[in-house]
């Protein structure tokens, strides 16, 4: 299931313990799709939610099992003088009810196996999702110190220019002061990147299993290819369908109409069938049939039913809300990508713009037509730009990975 709506195989019946360094060294660059096959196979959070698999296995499996027999066994001793032997009695009871309500019993049980494994899938496309995205913010926050750590620099250049000017008597205190406060702020937010860099490359290795890594580690990116945005319908139509955390809300909701049914069975009474041995004092001896009949005067059944049935409004109620909440998530989703995409092709066209002005300005600088400081400003500027469309890029990347996941899966180009 995952690798259909996600691409990668889970191999979660491999030891997690081990060969995650045969997969990466923690030196060479980690791609995504590295990346997420060691999520998927040494994260210990999805490993821990594959037990609940197992447990739904072992409960269906319970489910199907009739009750022990139970076996009597009593001993009449004569007492006060009484002549005659030992009485004996022996007898072998089978419940009957369980034959009855074994049916509904199993359906829910299959139903509950069927919702632990559509909601394990379900937060394992979540972890494919969150490490995708991490490992997207490590590769955008290197590319973004590059560029905020060259326009550090070009501002530096630029208020070092006015000292110098200043000091000819050509240039204000006041214009050396806000040039020194500009380089200090890009200083700043050079720093607050590194610092969301460090955080981010470990929280990487932390969803990949190995938290105890170097968190000096190369990533490889690959080419951006800006895939077309589908169509907002037939993106909520996907949320509807494929969804697992919807499928997990209807297997639920089976398993609660499974329950309101065993409840209703239950309300015949318990009935158990076997047969019996007995032995009088005399030496008389008797065999034949035996049934136990629970007779319903304090406990009709009535209120488990009840129960039962306000659980299964309940479950049904909680499916339709999972199927609004989730095509809305799609939509929603779907929304912030276009707006991402949007706001990506008007940083580029700014970008294109600063880098065309900084060559204008390069060749007017070697023709000594333009200063120093003016030379310095444009690359400020054409820095910043270019770091901003990193950001939108990330931005963009961040909302088609999460529309991705809104979806229930990859989307189709």
């Not at 996600?6 to 799709?33: F, I, K, M, Q, V």
């Not at 007492?79 to 369980?98: F, P, W, Y």
């Not at 009855?100 to 299959?110: F, K, M, Y």
């Not at 008389?284 to 488990?304: Q, S, W, Y």
Request: hydrophobic fraction near 50%; charged fraction near 25%; aromatic fraction near 2%.
């Amino acid at each position: 299931m995952i690798e259909t709506r996600t691409g990668w195989r889970p191999e979660w019946n491999a030891p997690w313990s081990t060969g995650a360094e045969e997969r990466w060294d923690g030196s060479t660059p980690l791609t995504e799709h590295t990346a997420v096959t060691l999520a998927l196979r040494h994260n210990r959070q999805i490993r821990a939610d594959l037990e609940e698999i197992a447990a739904s296995r072992a409960d269906l499996v319970q489910a199907g099992l009739l009750p022990n027999p139970m076996l009597s066994l009593a001993f009449g001793l004569p007492i006060a003088g009484a002549d005659g032997g030992t009485n004996i009695t022996i007898g072998a009871m089978q419940q009957l009810s369980a034959l009855w309500l074994r049916g509904p019993r199993v359906a829910g049980a299959e139903a509950r196996l069927r919702e632990a494994v559509l909601r394990v899938s379900d937060r394992a496309l979540m972890l494919v999702a969150r490490t995708r995205a991490t490992h997207a913010r490590v590769a955008a926050l290197e590319a973004l110190c590059a560029h905020q750590c060259a326009a550090a620099e070009a501002q530096q250049r630029s208020a070092s220019i006015l000292q110098r000017i200043a000091e000819e008597g050509e240039a204000s205190a006041a214009e050396v002061a806000e040039a020194e406060m500009l380089a200090a702020e890009q200083r700043a937010r050079l720093i607050e990147s590194e610092r969301d860099l460090a955080i981010a490359r470990r929280e990487l290795l932390e969803l990949i299993g190995r938290a105890d890594a170097s968190a000096d580690f190369p990533v490889a990116t690959e080419p951006d290819t800006d895939r077309a945005i589908p169509d907002e319908r037939e993106t909520a139509l996907a949320a509807a369908n494929q969804r697992l955390d919807v499928a997990a809300a209807l297997a639920a909701r089976d398993a609660a109409d499974a329950s309101l049914r065993e409840a209703g069975l239950g309300r015949l009474p318990e009935l158990s069938a076997g047969a019996m041995y007995e032995r009088e004092l005399m030496g008389d001896k008797m065999l034949g049939p035996a049934i136990n009949v629970e007779v319903p005067i304090f406990d009709d059944g009535r209120t488990a039913q009840a129960r039962a049935a306000v659980d299964a409004r309940r479950a049904h109620l909680a499916a339709e809300s999972a199927l609004q909440a989730a095509i809305r998530e799609a939509r929603t989703a779907h929304a912030t990508l276009v707006a991402a995409d949007q706001a990506l092709a008007a940083a580029r066209r700014a970008a294109a713009a600063a880098d065309h002005a900084l060559a204008a300005m390069i060749a007017a600088h070697e023709a000594g037509e333009a200063s120093d400081l003016a030379l310095a400003a444009a690359s400020v500027v054409a820095e910043r730009t270019r770091a901003e469309v990193v950001r939108r890029l990330l931005e963009r990347r961040l909302a088609a990975i999460e529309l991705e996941r809104a979806a229930g899966g990859r989307l189709a180009p």
